[in-house]
């Protein structure tokens, strides 16, 4: 394992922390590192490193400790709440990076590794085994966690679980610790790589995850179900029951993405997109993990005979400004600058179109490479710019340097804007 250390990270979150200052008994507010947590690089080029949601979240700064003794400023790329994934960028080069193994090749057994700093010991391993893979906790969310008794602690949450390659095969998330009166040792559990990747891939290119909504409502477990005799019997009279696993529809809303696609009341479905779904949890991890807008298989069981649909999504949660009003229209807010749709014209000619800044935080905006008031940008990423709507869109969700074109003062240049 030590081969792998210099892509092992410490994580300190900073927050406001509540002083009464003893002289004129006013209360003061200082940033305090108030909790830590681990992290990995998976992306030396762009420095980035994965980690827990909880372990940044409400951070109003980041430092991050590297394995040879240097602490160095991060900022937060993206959070993800429900499957407890944060990606977040480094000011420094670290020493390496490790690569992702595909969870599903893991199996109950294998040696693994729990890398960190639990309670503060920097740079620790622990050793154990996969106890038991697609673990479900009955926590809501993504429910196919593996488990192991490699002692995570607190400080580990964050940190790679190993395989003896020295390959994530998942991310530490939390120990069990309690159940009801006792105390449990040995019981850990990771977000398995596979879901950590496409996590990581959408935080990156977003800053956030667009949860779809699928509209079934109620359902079972078709192998519990056929488990009991005599519900097995009514199954079997009923729906000409095929096949002995699956998801059975007992309750969906008309309307939503699932009834669309043709789904309805007592059909068994039994695969989503690539994924085989033999119970409710397989149904959430699957929905969970969709891109909005795109469209899967939907295979399912009617009347005995097999069908095959197509699902749409639709958004769960669209994040929409507050009171989108005719001023919003008007203005857009992205990297610390306010933009408008009128356009500076340079001597009366139309050579530079596109959206003007309109004010710039000096506060926030720091450094040489920055949007001044009366640049017009005309392009991101190589794509013109004529409009907001055309800004908000490029510009929506952007965590990474995204590279500029503009207008200032009669020339263009080009800038790498950081968020």
């Not at 006013?26 to 909790?35: A, G, I, M, Q, V």
């Not at 995850?209 to 199954?235: F, N, P, Q």
């Not at 596109?354 to 935080?361: E, F, K, L, N, P």
Request: proline share 3%; net charge positive.
């Amino acid at each position: 394992m030590d081969a792998t250390v210099g892509a092992i990270v410490r994580i300190n979150n900073w927050q406001k922390v509540e002083h009464k200052n003893k002289k004129t008994k006013k209360k003061e507010y200082r940033l305090e590192p108030t909790s830590l947590g681990s992290g990995a690089f998976f992306d030396a080029t762009r420095r980035l490193a994965v980690t827990n949601h909880h372990v940044v979240e409400g951070a109003e700064k980041l430092t991050v400790l590297l394995s040879d003794g240097r602490e160095v400023p991060a900022r937060l790329v993206g959070a993800d709440k429900m499957t407890d994934i944060a990606v977040v960028q480094l000011n420094e080069f670290p020493a390496q990076a490790l690569n992702f193994v595909d969870s599903s090749t893991v199996r109950t057994g294998d040696v693994v590794f729990a890398a960190g700093s639990p309670v503060g010991l920097d740079f620790s391993y622990s050793m154990g085994i996969v106890s038991a893979t697609q673990r479900s906790l009955g926590k809501g969310g993504i429910e196919a966690f593996i488990q192991t008794d490699a002692a995570i602690n607190g400080g580990n949450s964050g940190g790679p679980l190993l395989d003896t390659a020295g390959r994530i095969v998942g991310i530490n998330t939390l120990e069990l610790a309690k159940k009801g009166k006792r105390t449990i040792d040995g019981i850990g559990f990771a977000v398995p790589s596979d879901i950590v990747v496409r996590v990581i891939e959408r935080l990156i290119e977003n800053g956030r995850l667009r949860r779809a909504y699928h509209g079934l409502e109620k359902g079972a477990s078709l192998a519990k179900l056929m488990g009991d005799k005599s519900v097995r019997k009514i199954l079997l009279k009923e729906l000409n029951v095929s096949v002995d696993s699956g998801v059975l529809v007992m309750e969906i809303k008309p309307g939503s993405p699932f009834f669309n696609a043709g789904i309805r009341k007592g059909d068994i479905i039994t695969g989503a997109g690539e994924e085989r779904i033999d119970n409710l949890h397989d149904i959430v991890n699957f929905v969970s993990m969709v891109e909005v807008d795109n469209r899967y298989p939907l295979v399912f069981m009617r009347d005995g005979a097999p069908h095959r649909a197509y699902l749409s999504f639709s958004a769960r949660h669209e994040l929409k400004p507050k009171g989108k009003t005719k001023q919003y229209l008007q203005f857009a807010h992205h990297f610390h600058a306010v933009f408008t749709e009128q356009p500076k014209r340079f001597d009366g000619r139309d050579t530079c179109r596109g959206v003007s800044v309109a004010y710039v935080d000096e506060k926030k905006a720091v450094g040489k490479h920055r949007l001044q008031v009366g640049d017009i940008v005309t392009a991101v990423d190589s794509k013109g710019i004529n409009d907001l709507q055309t800004l908000d869109k490029r510009l929506d969700g952007r965590r990474l340097e995204v590279p500029v074109v503009l207008c200032r003062n009669d020339r263009k240049m080009t800038l790498s804007l950081v968020p």
